[in-house]
């Protein structure tokens, strides 16, 4: 069955940076597009960065455009997020997820289109 497991998250100070990694089991990225999410306490779960199954081709929400880039190794079966510029409200617990998309543009604007998530790996920003 497919599996996703988040790595790489843990303490930063503001300013800095931090690469997370998604790696999927079961499945290969060839008919999944991948996501980012993270959830801060008392938030709702929101959408950060997405990339398609077979074009590879990203979106982003608007908060992180520019600081995070989302990128994946095939022959890894993996995803990657990396993060810059981050800033204390950046803290949160990230998840990544799969959406069972062969074909398209992954989306980020409904995250019930995702069918699998990783247990979520804990970000914090502070000094």
């Known amino acids: 069955q497919p599996q996703l497991v988040e790595s790489g998250g843990g303490l930063v100070q503001p300013g800095g940076s931090l690469r997370l990694a998604c790696a999927a089991s079961g499945f290969t990225l060839d008919n999944y597009a991948i996501g980012w999410f993270r959830q801060a306490p008392g938030k709702e779960r929101e959408g950060l960065a997405c990339i398609s199954s077979r074009s590879g081709r990203t979106n982003y929400a608007d908060s992180p455009k520019g600081r995070f880039t989302i990128s994946k190794d095939n022959a890894k079966n993996t995803v990657y997020l990396q993060m810059n510029s981050l800033k204390p409200e950046d803290t949160a617990v990230y998840y990544c997820?799969?959406?069972?998309?062969?074909?398209?543009?992954?989306?980020?604007?409904?995250?019930?289109?995702?069918?699998?998530w990783g247990q979520g790996t804990q970000v914090t920003v502070s000094s």
């Open positions: 997820a799969a959406d069972y998309r062969p074909y398209g543009q992954c989306v980020l604007s409904d995250r019930r289109t995702y069918d699998y």
